[in-house]
């Protein structure tokens, strides 16, 4: 009969338990000394080894050589622990049996004497699905338990059992695996069925299981059967459903490169050929956390988990990015993984994630106004002044006034009065779209009133209300907007008092700059609409 790879290669001795020497070691040590607890907890993500290890150090108290710290594995009480038949190891299943009564049952039996070991063993997993009154009826018998009687329990979530059941059991947190060492158990489980593997495609494996050894035999398991003998790496990527580190390079670069249509298509591909969106998310998380650590450790390579091709591609790769824009993407990142596990349309939130990533502009998040400002400071400390230097003194004031408004046309791509009459275009075409929408802005008599950066202000007469339905139909006065103008403009809608307020721009009186600024910085102070809020003189 087929036994899954997981089963068949469950630990038999401590010495097989892989990563958790820490452990394994404190039992071995135990058992030699004689110095047996009543209680243990075993704490740890799953597939980590907290189960094997409550067998094995049940049968090393009750094998007919021990107790042992080396289990003989061939004695009837051995073999019965090992096939779950012996009658003084009791496994229970706390998530399917939770309630007070099960403990009770649990409590009446546990003063009788073992039938064959040495000890009766109580393998409690996932002990923190008792209810409280179980937990109630669970303390009474680990204050007070029997010499015979030791209490072995399970738990993937350690801060959910109660203070007083914690206080009683000796407690061991079983780590994570490292790739490396789940690695090395797939290298000798191919090799022991003759199996030939591409290392990168157990690396893919050890890497996904997160480090749990239990998802990476059940992956490995999936790729002996779809095979005919050979485990390459589209193997796992078909498994998985995962992507190629190909396809994590390009969505990067799309970021870097700001390609908008470029992402999209990725993103819609990796829908059409069914990959796992949520994986694909994990896995794009994973490689902005690789080259963060590129950027900022010395020895990058003792800590990301990538081929040494790879490491140097993303090397170079990461030149691209600065730390900020890194640590902004992992954070819109973080949110998406989040949003896309329970979402019904997950490549939409991907997208939407993606947009985010390629214009910070859209992101109102710390991070993402801390890498608008960083670029802001890149282009003043790049900008070329030498556009609103005077250095011809005897030129007349409408030559400067020109050169102004030329300046302010290049920075806005149009100035408020070319924006104004093109306005009747936009009305016409969000006619066609929605005729309703038209008649209320031409009842309102819009009209764009201001421009603050890339915010174009839209100037309602009339009642709130109507700025109000206006508003609910937005994203069709942005596309006519953005079609007209040729320009992504975020609109800010406003309600004017009176209808002559509609044939000016709203703009708030500036301070007259004090004579003796020089007149580069003097044109500076108009063009970036700035305030002098004190003069110091160095002298």
């Excluded at 650590?293 to 591609?313: F, G, R, T, W």
Aim: hydrophobic share 40%.
């Amino acid at each position: 009969m087929y036994r899954a790879l997981y089963r068949e290669w469950r630990p038999q001795v401590f010495e097989d338990v892989i990563g958790q020497e820490h452990i394994t070691r404190t039992l071995t040590n135990a058992i030699k000394s004689g110095r047996i607890s009543h209680a243990y907890l075993f704490c740890g993500i799953r597939g980590t080894g907290k189960t094997s290890t409550a067998k094995i150090f049940a049968k090393a108290l009750n094998c007919v050589n021990g107790p042992t710290p080396k289990p003989c594995n061939v004695c009837n009480i051995c073999e019965g622990i090992n096939q779950g038949i012996l009658m003084d190891v009791i496994e229970i299943d706390a998530a399917s049996n939770r309630g007070i009564d099960e403990i009770r049952e649990l409590r009446d039996k546990v003063g009788y004497p073992p039938t064959q070991g040495k000890y009766k063993v109580y393998i409690i997993d996932e002990v923190h699905m008792l209810t409280t009154e179980a937990f109630n009826a669970l303390l009474k018998t680990l204050e007070e338990p029997p010499k015979h009687v030791v209490f072995i329990l399970a738990t993937t979530e350690p801060h959910k059992l109660p203070a007083t059941i914690l206080s009683r059991c000796q407690r061991f947190d079983f780590k994570r695996l490292s790739t490396q060492d789940i690695l090395g158990r797939l290298k000798i489980i191919t090799n022991h069925y003759g199996i030939e593997a591409e290392d990168e495609a157990l690396r893919i494996i050890a890497r996904n299981s997160r480090g749990a050894m239990r998802d990476a035999l059940s992956v490995l398991d999936q790729c002996m059967l779809y095979t005919d003998g050979r485990i390459d790496k589209e193997t796992v990527f078909d498994i998985l459903g995962t992507v190629n580190d190909e396809m994590l390079f390009q969505f990067a670069e799309h970021i870097r490169r700001k390609d908008t249509g470029g992402i999209l298509k990725l993103i819609g591909e990796l829908s059409a050929n069914g990959k796992d969106l949520h994986q694909f998310v994990n896995d794009i998380i994973l490689h902005f956390r690789n080259m963060m650590i590129v950027k900022v450790a010395q020895d990058p390579e003792m800590l990301v988990d990538l081929s040494d091709e790879a490491l140097k591609e993303l090397e170079v790769q990461s030149k691209g990015f600065s730390i900020e824009k890194i640590t902004r993407i992992l954070g819109v990142l973080s949110e998406t993984e989040r949003d896309v596990k329970w979402s019904s349309d997950p490549q939409t939130v991907v997208e939407v994630a993606a947009i985010k990533l390629i214009l910070p502009s859209l992101d109102d998040t710390p991070d993402a106004i801390l890498e608008r400002l960083s670029q802001l400071e890149g282009k003043v400390k790049n900008a070329d002044f030498s556009l609103i230097k005077n250095e011809h003194k005897d030129d007349t004031d409408n030559k400067e006034d020109g050169e102004l408004k030329g300046i302010e046309s290049r920075i806005n791509d149009k100035t408020i009065e070319e924006i104004q009459d093109l306005w009747p275009k936009v009305l016409e075409i969000i006619k066609k779209d929605k005729i309703s929408l038209y008649f209320i802005l031409v009842e309102a008599k819009t009209k764009p009133v201001n421009i603050k950066g890339n915010v174009l202000e839209i100037g309602f007469w009339g009642f709130e209300v109507t700025k109000q339905k206006a508003e609910k139909d937005r994203t069709v006065i942005e596309k006519a907007v953005n079609e007209v103008y040729k320009k992504a403009y975020r609109l800010a809608f406003v309600l004017l008092d009176e209808e002559d307020d509609l044939a000016k721009p709203k703009i708030k009186d500036k301070p007259a700059p004090q004579q003796n600024i020089d007149d580069a910085i003097k044109k500076a102070y108009e063009l970036f609409d700035a305030e002098i809020i004190k003069v110091i003189d160095e002298k």
